[in-house]
Nanobody, 122 residues
């Protein structure tokens, strides 16, 4: 599975950005997609996830501001980010989880995109 993220950039506080993540390869193995971020000097943290059934989960810090969605026809996942704050500044990584197949078939595995920089100026 290959992931290609895009859509990052520089925006002022209160602005919006939309990230996209296109997937290719053995998509059928993937059970959940999501976005993580890593700010300088900090560990990578979960931002939002969406399962193959459409259930979503958000970090408390982004609830009400960010929305994750997916387009199955395009094998794409999106992250709409509104009301951006300087503390949202980070490299954002798209993720795809391969899980639940059993180690004898397809072991649990996390696929990562290359990361896209989001910078929010104050």
């Amino acid at each position: 599975v290959q992931l290609q993220a895009s859509g990052g950039g520089l925006v002022q506080t209160g602005g919006s950005l939309k990230l996209s993540c296109a997937a290719s390869g053995s998509i059928f193995r993937i059970n959940a997609r999501g976005w993580y971020r890593q700010a300088p000097g900090k560990e990578r943290e979960l931002v939002a996830t969406i399962t193959s059934g459409g259930s979503t989960n958000y970090a408390d810090s982004v609830k009400g501001r960010f929305t994750i969605s997916r387009d199955n026809a395009k094998n794409a996942v999106y992250l709409q980010m509104n009301s951006l704050k300087p503390e949202d500044t980070a490299v954002y990584y798209c993720n795809a989880k391969q899980t639940g197949w059993g180690s004898g078939l397809f072991p649990d595995y996390d696929y990562w995109g290359q990361g896209t920089q989001v910078t929010v100026s104050s």
